[in-house]
């Protein structure tokens, strides 16, 4: 089975940057970043085949987020830039074992990380 770890969380200022870093225990075909604010469903970030390196992206953070695929197949990055408070989540690494699409709806994913909280200050 799947484990995923999840790294890079932490408090920032408006228009500071964090990177997020999610790995990996077992062989993936899509994972994505996930984050949810209290009182606020679920949204879907950025997704990436890790393969293909095809890649999603949310309109909430188009432009100030990338998300990339590490030296191997089973780990990413999601680079913030240009934090905002609205940033404020906690974000959930998720991975997907089955060959279907790059996709932001949970229900594409079957393993997910515990979390990691950022908090953006303005």
């Known amino acids: 089975q799947v484990q995923l770890v999840e790294s890079g969380g932490g408090s920032v200022q408006a228009g500071g940057s964090l990177r997020l870093s999610c790995v990996a225990s077992?062989?993936?075909?899509?994972m994505a970043w996930f984050r949810q604010a209290p009182g606020k469903e679920r949204e879907g970030v950025a997704a990436?085949?890790?393969?293909?390196?095809?890649?999603l992206y949310s309109n909430s953070v188009k432009g100030r987020f990338t998300i990339s695929r590490a030296s191997t197949e089973n780990s990413i990055n999601l680079q913030m830039s240009n934090l905002n408070p609205g940033d404020t989540a906690m974000y959930y690494c998720?991975?997907?074992?089955?060959?279907?699409?790059?996709?932001?709806?949970?229900?594409?994913?079957?393993?997910w990380g515990q979390g990691t909280q950022v908090t953006v200050s303005s």
């Open positions: 077992g062989a993936t075909v899509y």
């Open positions: 998720a991975a997907s074992t089955d060959w279907v699409s790059v996709a932001l709806a949970e229900s594409s994913y079957n393993y």
């Open positions: 990436i085949n890790v393969i293909s390196e095809t890649s």
